[in-house]
Structures are given as structure tokens and as C-alpha cells.
């Protein structure tokens, strides 16, 4: 199963650019859990270093992500410019123009052109340290200029175009089939908690008893889950597995 990193920009004391009372970092937020719930709908293993309010530097997140030992590392951020207005559209940083970062970037930015947004391109930002410590291909997009009002209507109204757009330029970049419907998937869960930590707990246990744990966070749980399965069969015997090691366990799709 392929892992991909989901950074929201900022967070907590930071709120990243702000304008007309609109903070970057609640943009960043949902868009980040939006993108990752699409992508676990097509049984991609996401981890997120935020899914509430809170600070990291950005040093953190880099080790965050690469302490997840993810294949991807996609940072959402939106823009701004000291002459509000005057500037408008969406684009992607990455540390090098080369290789898959800038595969990813590219297969983001044109599906973020079909959303709406004009494309401002690839740039390289070698300093950033998000993409400068992470340690599996990283990009960074910004997702249109909260200083303009018209990205600020394309990013509102053409939401679930926008979070499409960044979730299938990751598929994509993964060798996904994204023609397709999200393919139905049998998931066995193992539990569903409002505070982190003791999903984070139960994560733990299950890995150290071997078996392929991870994290949706869905509907305001982080839901504990092991495989994602096209056979129903197959999850009914990862879930005999589990309950022999004493775990509670039910299946959903
Ligand atoms: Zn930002």
C-alpha cells in the first residue's frame, strides 16, 4: 500500500498568511484532510502531521514525515503578496526541478488549471525546510492567493474540484488508476477515538504485534484500521487474525 505524508501549512500561534480575517492555516487544514480522505478512499495509507490547530515548526513536520517512511510528502499552503489582488493562481515548489517531485508537481498543477486556477508553473525553492529535510520526494503547493478574491471563490466554490485536483496528481505520480471509481475496500477496524493519542497508542500496539496498522481520520474519529482489501473474504481473515491476538474488531467498507 502506498504512504503519502499530508502536511496542512502552518498551524496553532502560526496562521500562516492572513487576509481580511481569513488565516492561511484553516485553508491549509481543510484542504489537507480533504485530499487525504480522497486519497484513503483509494486505499493510499495517509498520515497527517496536523488535523487540528496546533504548531510544528517546519522542521518538525519534515521529521514527522519522514519518521512516517512515506513514499510522498505533499505540504498545502496557500499564497499571498504584499500588493494584495494584484496577483493570482496556484503553483507548486520543490526543492530540485527534477525527478518525481517534479513529476508530482506538474501532474497537481495541471489538474489544479481544470479546477480553475491559472497555472503560475513549477519553482524551485531550495531553502524550504519542509522540502529541504524530508527524505522521500516532497512538494509544496500553493493552493491560489488568499490576498485575491477571485482564487479565494475558485478555492471555496470549486472545493472538492481543488482537493480532486491535488489527490489525483498524487495518484497519479503513484501509478494509480485514477479513470476509475474508488474501488470498494474492506477495512478492518480496530478502533475509533476523538483524541489522537490513544489511536496513536493502539497504532503502536498493533504494529509491534506485526500487523499493517494505520490512521483515518474521518468525521472528527481517527479511526484505527489494518489492510485495505478488494475481497471481503481476505478481511474476514485478517480479522479472525486479529481477535485471536485479543483485539475488538469490526469490518467496514
Ligand atoms: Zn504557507
Redesign the pocket.
Known sequence: MAKVVIDA??GGKDP??VYNGRQ??DD?LDLALAVGKILSDYGVDVSYTRTSDVYNTPYEKAMMGNNADADLFV?I????TPNPGAINGSETLVYADRGIPAQLARNINKRLEAAGFLDRGVTERPNLVVLRRTRMPAV?V?AGFIDSGKDNQIFDQNFKEVANAIAEGILETLGEDTDSQPQQLYRVQVGAYRNSSYANQLLRQLEQDGFPAFIVFEDGYYRVQVGAFRNLDNAVSMERRLRQWGYDTYITT
Open positions: 501549512g502552518h500562516g498568511a492561511e492555516k491549509a505540504s499552503h496557500r499564497n499571498a509544496l500553493e
